[in-house]
């Protein structure tokens, strides 16, 4: 993180590609093809003690559908910040996102909880896996929250347990699992309500080296088979070779984006 | 993975429905689950809980059977009126060594300004001293011929000279006074004591503490209490309001005048009870602040420790709804359980007090509803701060358990001063 000097123009951090596109409608309507998920101009400022300190200064993203992308960079580089300003963890200071034509500066917090509820599936580092709830009812959480039956929600969370080949340890408690078993329930509750896209926060950071390669590659076998949009933050560039989109990102700003050509 | 389709799919029934599903199926188990992971906490939060009900629960049911004792030992006076007032007593021209206060006195004066009172149907001058008995120390009344005669007597009749008294009935059983019999009443003048002889001719019924004995006015006068008119019987009309009437009585006359309501002192120790600021209301409002305050307390430590659980909650699409049924539930749960050991605990202490003293106690079902929704009150004020805390921090600071400010969008979080939450 770094401070931003008031008086230099958002435009000199500004690559010709990111100017186009903020001058992009952000209530322009979704059509199918579009990015299904916009970061316009974002910049998070947050204050230590009285100095501002931008986490995130002007930066610009789009994700298209099924895309696997991979935000990496430094630590304290803003990557964790911007995810989260992305999944509507956060507001932005400056700027807006928009989730299939949604800004979220129209949504309140209820209606931002809505939304992630709804469309954004959540994988965390520290796995995050409720201590109180069994490893099926961790996946069954985000389903009950937006009312499915209780017999489909059972089915389907068998359904993803053993997706990411956890279905023999569904009745254990995340104390009972690895932190690699615990990623992949993680992995099977951000999947839940069938999210447009799954925001990865480090998922490999606090695992071994062979786990995290599995949660990878589980990632990048989920995007394959289902279509499944990710954008995964991690300081590993090893990870690099799975990925769609490469961003890297230093200084609260995005400094170059690699894509692989098909 | 098809079944991702079906995350659409919602399940049946209205909104209503859906809405207790939710809460039924989903936060009251997220609930009791959080109330199990901190058995000893809530353990202890219960039990604060249940000393504050059982305070209650006590307090209330000895006021209960200590007025339905006074109220059952009192009957009215029998006297044709509905107040009795006395008014300066200590006053130049009134009479000395009688009820406490001063002022103006005077028959024509009294009964006339009571006369013109609008809820007034009659007031009759009539004079009010203390009398000694050997029955112990009562109100020595005296009345109008036309008056007294209008009494009902349990036996005998009024009395016709100057030199006959009335009694109530269970002063005369006290003192083992029969009709005929001769007594002595004695008034104390500023240290002197004037005594006379009387003959019971009646006895009326009538045993709240200002019964006393009855006599000609004119009798009173070697006492020392005559022949000035130091008080009325007042007659309210039919509809009127008594403690109006003697609000009224008592605005006119300020401190100097002693308004008393025939059922007196049940009335004085309902209002004493119903006072706000009587010990026992008191002692119950500190127990139930205290407990209050603990187990706020204890709730808020909750949230705070498990501030990344909330945040995931969050994450997930908890809303603010949501949150607050979830700090509710956890808080209904414990109080639920401490108003329920409350209840056993009343129940002990009861049974135990009335073995071991002679106290009584009457707990009704109102008292224990009262116990019940304070309780659940006391609960849901305590559960409100962290609710609210949870419901104002953004799900980033949640997750990285990050200091909570009750105003997190203003000056308030970046100030810091207070420490934060």
């Not at chain 2, 500190?286 to 204890?298: A, E, I, K, P, R």
Request: with cysteine.
């Amino acid at each position: 993180m770094s401070q931003l000097p008031r008086d230099v123009p958002a435009s000199h951090y500004q690559s010709a590609a990111q100017r186009r596109l903020q001058r992009t409608r952000v209530d322009a309507p979704y059509r199918p093809g579009d990015p299904i998920l916009r970061g316009l101009n974002l910049t998070k400022r947050f204050l230590m003690g009285t100095a501002p300190v931008y986490a995130v200064r002007q930066t610009t993203l789009e994700i298209k559908p099924g895309e696997f992308v991979l935000v990496v960079g430094p630590s304290g580089c803003g990557k964790t910040t911007l995810l989260n300003l992305l999944g509507g963890l956060d507001r932005p200071t400056f700027g807006e996102v928009v989730l299939e034509g949604q800004p979220y500066s129209k949504l309140d917090e209820n209606g931002l909880a809505r939304l992630r509820r709804n469309k954004v599936g959540f994988v965390f580092q520290f796995f995050n896996l409720l201590t109180d709830l069994t490893a099926e009812e961790n996946v069954m959480l985000p389903m009950q929250l937006v009312g499915l039956s209780p017999a489909k929600t059972r089915a389907r969370a068998a359904e993803l347990l053993a997706a990411v080949g956890m279905a023999e340890r569904a009745a254990h408690s995340p104390f009972e699992l690895s932190g690699g078993e615990q990623q992949r329930i993680a992995v099977a509750r951000a999947l839940a309500n069938s999210p447009t896209v799954v925001l990865a926060d480090e998922p490999t950071g606090n695992l071994d080296r062979k786990s995290g390669t599995e949660i990878i590659g589980l990632f990048r076998r989920l995007n394959r088979e289902f279509h499944q949009t990710f954008v995964v933050v991690s300081h590993d560039l090893s990870f690099t070779e799975h990925a769609d989109r490469v961003v890297h990102m230093e200084d609260g700003q995005i400094v170059k984006v690699e894509a692989k050509t098909a | 993975m098809s079944a991702m389709a079906a995350a659409g799919e919602r399940a049946p029934g209205g909104r209503l429905v859906a809405s207790w599903r939710r809460v039924a199926g989903l936060i009251l188990p997220l609930s009791w689950r959080g109330v199990r992971r901190r058995k000893a906490g809530a353990a202890l939060t219960a039990l604060s809980l249940a000393l504050g009900v059982a305070t209650f629960l006590l307090f209330g049911g000895y006021f209960a059977a200590t007025r339905q004792a006074v109220e059952g030992r009192i009957e009215p006076l029998a006297l044709p009126a509905d107040l009795v007032v006395a008014v300066g007593v200590d006053s130049p021209g009134g009479v000395p060594g009688g009820l406490p206060g001063g002022g103006p006195a005077g028959a024509p004066s009294i009964v006339q300004t009571l006369n013109r009172l609008p809820d007034v149907k009659t007031a009759t001058g009539m004079v009010v001293g203390t009398a000694y008995t050997s029955v112990g120390r009562r109100r020595i009344i005296g009345l109008d011929e036309k008056v007294l005669g209008g009494l009902k007597l349990g036996a005998g009749a009024p009395p016709m000279t100057a030199g006959e008294v009335l009694l109530p009935q269970t002063l005369a059983a006290a003192g083992g006074i029969k009709v005929g019999s001769q007594i002595t009443i004695a008034t104390d003048m500023g240290g002197v004591w004037r005594e006379q002889k009387f003959s019971v001719s009646g006895l009326y019924q009538g045993d709240d503490f200002f019964s006393g004995p009855l006599a000609r006015r004119e009798a009173l006068a070697p006492l020392g209490l005559g022949p000035v008119d130091n008080a009325a019987l007042v007659e309210a009309y039919p509809g009127s309001s008594r403690p109006g009437v003697a609000s009224q009585i008592r605005s006119l006359y300020r401190d100097s005048a002693d308004v008393l309501i025939p059922e007196f002192p049940a009335s004085l120790a309902g209002s004493w009870l119903g006072q706000a600021f009587s010990p026992g209301n008191v002692a119950v409002f500190m127990v139930f602040t205290f407990s209050g305050l603990g187990v706020m307390n204890v709730l808020l430590l909750s949230f705070l420790q498990r501030k990344r659980q909330m945040g995931v909650f969050k994450a997930l699409g908890m809303d603010d709804s949501d949150l607050k049924q979830l700090f509710f539930g956890e808080g209904l749960y414990v109080a639920a359980a401490g108003a329920a050991l409350g209840m056993v605990l009343t129940a002990v202490l009861v049974a135990l007090l009335g073995r071991l003293t002679s106290v009584r106690f009457i707990i009704s079902g109102w008292l224990a509803a009262w116990a019940l929704v304070l309780s659940f009150a006391v609960f849901a004020l305590a559960a409100w701060l962290p609710a609210v805390l949870c419901q104002r921090a953004s799900v980033s600071v949640l997750l990285q358990n990050k200091r909570i400010y009750l105003d997190p969008k203003t000056s308030c979080a970046e100030c810091g001063r207070c420490g934060g939450f």
